[in-house]
């Protein structure tokens, strides 16, 4: 099965960056993330799920604001990478960062403990860097992508409602292979958030990538 992809383009000024990707990636996580799973004691196979509660934030820098998941775990690890990328991008023309949705898959040979990653979305901004020479010029501008955010908002909503294909969880047993459980409070589908500045490619940190390693380990032994 082939990913689902979407594209989304902006040209901007570098302060814009942090809050145009932070708005379309917490968008698009409320609508990949659902309560807690905790297994019934009297039923090993079935699970309650928790409630999501949510938060609005004021960008700084547009005139807008978005809703994000009430969670600092989460906010945290998401907005790790996003000024991580902010800082790279400001050395570079244009980038890429992507947000993707995996599922997790065992491999078939006995010893490799480490499970396969099979991507089913794929969400990507792509940033093209301006530099304005007025305050004029940033007004307009600030008006512009604050107009564009909120429609890719309305898109991204479109999307959601429509009855693509999301991995469905069967049992107990496998909740680790679609659902990320790190999380003390919520549990999105399993994701990783990568980008690209000038020809290489960032992924999780290798703290991060040691975690889900040992986790893949003791899940498929």
Known sequence: MNARTQLFEFSCESRHVPEIVSTIFHTILIHRTAGKHTPKVDSPNAYTIGSVGFCDLDCDFLDYTYVQINSNELAQQVNQEIIAFSEGLKAAECNKISLEFYTKKKRSWPLNFQSENIPWEIW???????????????????????????EKVRQIIEIMDKPDYTPKLQNQSQLDTIYESEFKDIQPYLFRIYYSLDGTVNQVSVGTTMKRMIKDALSFG
């Open 124 to 150: 990507t901004i792509k940033i093209e860097l301006m530099q304005l020479s007025n305050e004029n010029e940033r007004q307009v501008l600030r008006e512009k992508l604050s107009d564009m955010l909120g």
